[in-house]
């Protein structure tokens, strides 16, 4: 798949959200930049990717998160066939959910 690394509005962005250092900071920054459909949208894709790792069937997902079953397909595309980001944000959420215990 190709990356759009060359695009130096995404990379401004990406950049601006490494700036982030906790979680109050961001909701005041993806308030600020998102809509609620975007937001919402967003959470949701995460949500289902999580509920896929997890190995979670089809219908459940829709019953929990109420995306289209379109919607599971893209995400588990990209769990499949992606970059492995959801699985570097999974592994590390996992740890600190470990470490906090």
Known sequence: MARPREDKNLEFLYKAILQL???????????????VQELKSLSQRIVVAKMLSEKSVYTDIVSETGASTATISRVNRSLQYGCDGYDIVFARLKDL????L
């Open 97 to 100: 959910e470990n470490n906090e």
């Open 21 to 35: 250092e906790n979680l109050e900071e961001c909701y005041d920054f993806f308030e600020d930049l998102c809509t």
